[in-house]
């Protein structure tokens, strides 16, 4: 079955990095769209950012020149590259691949199948 293992959560001050990674198995990872997602205390999940087959890129608002979504198909592993964070980054980052049949690979958290277990990062000001 298809399984997503996130890693690389932490602690950070503001203005710091960290990157996250995503370890998927059970499925054919590189034909079909994957992404990130995170959800703070009290708020609901909300896309993060998405890269679909072909490498095409799509990114919240709120990390748009700051966060970088990449993916190495030979490691079935997506990357998140998160770059001056700040404390309204703090949340559990979750990993997300949609149904396989959907070809879906937008930021409404309901076509997404299949998540990680999540990974906290923590931004302190």
């Known amino acids: 079955q298809v399984q997503l293992v996130e890693s690389g959560g932490g602690s950070v001050q503001a203005g710091g990095s960290l990157r996250l990674s995503c370890a998927a198995s059970?499925?054919?990872?590189?034909?079909?769209?994957i992404g990130w997602f995170r959800q703070a205390p009290g708020k609901k999940r909300e896309g993060v950012a998405t890269?679909?087959?072909?490498?095409?890129?799509r990114y919240a608002d709120s990390v748009k020149g700051r966060f970088t979504i990449s993916r190495d198909n030979a490691k079935s592993t997506l990357y998140l590259q998160m770059t001056s964070m700040k404390p309204e980054d703090t949340a559990m980052y979750y990993c997300?691949?949609?149904?396989?049949?959907?070809?879906?690979?937008?930021?409404?958290?309901?076509?997404?199948?299949?998540w990680g277990q999540g990974t906290q990062v923590t931004v302190s000001s």
């Open positions: 997300a691949a949609p149904r396989l049949s959907s070809g879906y690979c937008g930021f409404a958290p309901f076509p997404y199948a299949y």
């Open positions: 059970g499925y054919g990872y590189s034909g079909y769209c």
């Open positions: 890269i679909d087959r072909n490498g095409s890129t």
